[in-house]
């Protein structure tokens, strides 16, 4: 069960995500320090710390950022918001997700598709994920 978000990369789609969700442990990673402060959510000192201390990791950093990170995210499960970037290039159990500007008021409508190895239980998550913006 997931418990424990972290999101990598606080910018204006991160930022509608973090905010609009409830009951989680949330800690995010920016390389600007200040938006994760605006967030009023834990600080990773890097986006392997946060990776290591999370159940489910958030990516929302441009697709340039992403390929020249190397994280080790183990079985951890993955959404991916990044544009540009398929399933193949990214973790195996990933789910990718197109939100729109809707998820600024809570209001988004996503499109997601799952990898091969996500689970049944990833994918109910990630329904009721997608429903909370």
């Given amino acids: 069960m997931v418990k424990k978000i972290g999101i990598i990369g606080c910018g204006v ?3 509608a995500i973090v905010r609009s969700l409830d009951g989680f442990e949330i800690s995010g990673f920016d390389v600007n320090r200040e938006k994760v402060e605006s967030l009023g959510i834990a600080i990773a000192e890097s986006a392997s710390e946060l990776v290591s201390g999370s159940d ?6 441009k ?4 390929r020249v990170m190397d994280l080790d995210f183990g079985d951890k499960l993955v959404i991916s918001i ?4 398929p399933l193949a290039d990214l973790p195996d159990r990933s ?3 197109m939100p729109n500007l809707g ?7 996503n499109a ?22």
């Fill in 103 to 109: 998820a600024l008021v809570g209001e988004s409508v």
């Fill in 112 to 133: 997601w598709a799952p990898s091969g190895a996500a689970t049944e239980d990833d994918r109910r998550f990630v329904r009721e994920f997608l429903e909370s913006f």
């Fill in 82 to 85: 990044m544009a540009g970037v």
């Fill in 13 to 15: 789609m991160g930022s």
């Fill in 95 to 97: 789910v990718r997700v």
């Fill in 63 to 66: 697709p340039q950022t992403y």
């Fill in 56 to 61: 489910m990791v958030l990516l929302a950093v």
